[in-house]
C-alpha cells in the first residue's frame, strides 16, 4: 500500500512537472524577443537614436498591422473582426505620420537589433497562430494583442519618448500614446469577454 502511495505521488510530481514545462513552452518568441525594446541599454552602449527611434516605430506598427490583417482574413467573431480593423487603420495611420515627419525631417530610419527583432518576432507570431482556427485563432490573437500593446507602451515610456532628441518625434510619440493605451484596455476586454470576466480597470 505504501508503495502504491509513493508511485502515485511520483506520477502526480512528474505531471505537474511537466504542466509547469508545457506552459513555459507557450511562451511566445514575440514575447521573449520584445524584451529587448522594454530594457535599458546597458551602461557601455549608447541610447537609441532618432534614425533608430524610428525604424523601431515603423516595425512595431507594421508588425501589428500585419496581425490584424490575418486576423481580418482568419476570424469570424465580429467583435475580433472589427477589433482587428481598427488595428490595422490606426496603425498604418500612425507609420504614415511617423514617415511623413522623418522625410519632412530628412531623417532616414535606421535599422538595428531591436526593430530586425520585432520583425523578426512578429513573423514567427504570425506563423504560430496562423495555423489555427476558430475560437484558438480568436484567443492567440487577442493574447498577443495584449502583449503587445502592454510591451509598446513600456517601450514608449521607458525607452523611446525619454531618447528622443528632435521635439516633433518626440511629440508624435507622446501624442500616439493614448490611442495604444485604449487599444490595450480594448484587447483586455476582448479577452475578458472570451474567458467570462471582467477586464482590469484602469
Known amino acids: ?42 551602461a557601455t ?3 537609441v537614436t532618432d534614425p533608430q527611434i524610428a ?3 515603423v516595425a512595431a506598427n507594421t508588425v501589428d498591422i500585419k496581425a490584424g490583417e490575418l486576423a481580418q482574413s482568419k476570424t469570424t ?3 475580433i473582426k472589427q477589433f482587428a480593423d481598427t488595428m490595422v487603420r490606426d496603425h498604418t495611420a500612425v ?48 493574447d498577443n494583442e495584449v502583449t503587445y500593446h502592454a510591451t509598446v ?6 525607452t523611446l519618448i525619454p ?3 528632435n521635439a516633433e518625434l518626440k511629440a508624435l510619440l507622446i501624442k500616439v500614446r493614448p490611442s495604444f493605451v485604449t487599444h490595450l484596455q480594448h484587447a483586455e476586454q476582448l479577452k475578458a469577454s472570451m474567458i467570462g470576466k471582467k477586464s482590469p480597470k484602469k
Open 1 to 42: 500500500m505504501k508503495t502504491m502511495k509513493i508511485r502515485l505521488i511520483s506520477i502526480v510530481s512528474t505531471l505537474a512537472i511537466a504542466a509547469v514545462s508545457i506552459a513555459a513552452a507557450t511562451f511566445t518568441t514575440y514575447e521573449a524577443a520584445a524584451t529587448n525594446i522594454v530594457m535599458s541599454e546597458p
Open 45 to 47: 552602449t549608447s541610447p
Open 55 to 57: 525604424a523601431i516605430v
Open 77 to 79: 467573431n465580429p467583435k
Open 95 to 142: 507609420n504614415k505620420a511617423a514617415v511623413d515627419l522623418v522625410t519632412k525631417l530628412g531623417v532616414t530610419p535606421e535599422e538595428n537589433e531591436t526593430s530586425r527583432s520585432l520583425t523578426s518576432s512578429g513573423e514567427q507570431t504570425r506563423e504560430r497562430i496562423g495555423g489555427l482556427s476558430g475560437k484558438e485563432f480568436d484567443t492567440a490573437y487577442i
Open 153 to 158: 507602451i513600456k517601450a514608449l515610456d521607458d
Open 163 to 165: 531618447n528622443a532628441k
